[in-house]
């Protein structure tokens, strides 16, 4: 299944957002089949939808295979295609996202999704069928039974931020294996309304829905709760610098503390890089001297993945536990990655992306 979108910005520049193609540009679109793809000259290689090949069928058309090997052009098709391939967010996330724990780095804080009866300790092994066992398929977590995981996708969608989900192999219909979430906005409960409960409203299936921005704080946690019935979904995420526009409320920091990296996960040129951009940020002097934001490491950090526009890779396990008063639970349990299409090398520069 060719992927909707391509993955054109590579992270270079302070605070600079991935430029994404969606499924409604001219790459991978059926309304746009004439726009040429590659052009030489007066020739152009074109991507043909259904009618148009039906169209084109009756009339003399050329194929990669009938240019010769030999042939200057048919060298930098292949480059192309090649390079088009390789750069879609679909090939690199099934390349990077591997099912292998140990290049992940756990995250301190955990969620507590529910609480337990005893004769589930049994099958303290089984996390993922207690988990079932509790809710239906395809749920993800406790609460309204309308407040479903796509009910708080659509609220996020309204609210600036921008979700793109991929099938692997062998699964059915709407069950992704990888995700991107890229939050462009993070709005403050100042800029909300009359007050915190004043209602907005989205479409979902036709049907009108309200929200309140306790609903919008809360879609953060619960849209990263989706996993696939092979319990193995990852998310790509990363947050744009234009969030900087605003205050950052103090919920976001704590949504950060369960769902956002720490330099733990940067290899040896991006913690480089940040120890020195600690010293001279112009931007953590503000937080510090003015607005008298406590020194916390948290914070550097949470502003270096931003600013730099650095993208991550997250994926959350269930584990039966206790709770402090004994009472068995059952956590989530979060994991984050470097997403390593940064550390590769440009063809072409021969540098790496996230120069």
């Not at 780095?105 to 300790?121: A, Q």
Request: glycine share 4%; net charge neutral; with cysteine.
């Amino acid at each position: 299944m060719e992927p909707p979108w391509i993955t054109k910005g590579r992270g270079r520049g302070r605070g600079r957002s991935s430029s994404v193609v969606s499924s409604r540009s001219s790459y991978g679109s059926s309304s746009s089949s004439s726009t040429p793809i590659i052009q030489r000259g007066g020739m152009s290689l074109v991507k043909l939808n259904s009618k148009t090949q039906e169209k084109a069928s009756s009339s003399s058309s050329i194929h990669l295979e009938d240019i010769p090997e030999n042939n200057p052009l048919y060298a930098q098709l292949q480059e192309f295609i090649t390079q088009k391939q390789s750069n879609t967010f679909a090939a690199i996330a099934r390349e990077d996202t591997t099912d292998d724990m140990k290049t992940y780095e756990k995250v301190e804080k955990r969620e507590m999704i529910f609480l337990l009866e005893n004769s589930d300790i049994q099958r303290r092994e089984e996390p993922w069928k207690i988990f079932q066992r509790y809710l239906l398929n395809g749920l993800y977590f406790p609460g309204e039974s309308y407040k479903t995981w796509k009910y708080y996708e659509t609220l996020l969608i309204s609210t600036g931020v921008e979700f793109q989900h991929f099938s692997g192999y062998n699964t059915g219909e709407n069950v992704y294996n990888f995700s991107k979430m890229i939050v462009k906005q993070v709005i403050h409960i100042e800029d909300w309304g009359i007050s915190s409960m004043t209602e907005r409203q989205i479409s979902l299936n036709n049907v009108k829905m309200n929200f309140t921005y306790w609903d919008y704080i809360q879609a953060f946690d619960k849209v990263l709760c989706y996993n696939n019935e092979r319990h193995k979904h990852t998310w790509f995420i990363k947050i744009c610098a234009k969030i900087f526009a605003n205050p950052m409320p103090n919920w976001f920091l704590n949504w950060w503390s369960y769902h956002g990296p720490t330099i733990k996960i940067l290899p040896a040129p991006f913690l480089n890089l940040y120890k020195e951009w600690v010293k001279i940020s112009p931007d953590l002097n503000k937080l510090y001297q003015q607005d008298h934001i406590p020194y916390l490491q948290q914070i550097e950090q949470i502003c270096f993945f931003i600013e730099f526009s650095i993208p991550w890779i997250h994926k959350w396990i269930p584990e039966v536990d206790f709770t402090e008063e004994q009472i068995p639970c059952l956590y989530r349990t979060y994991y984050n990655n470097f997403w390593d299409k940064l550390m590769k090398k440009d063809p072409q520069t021969k540098t790496i992306y996230g120069q």
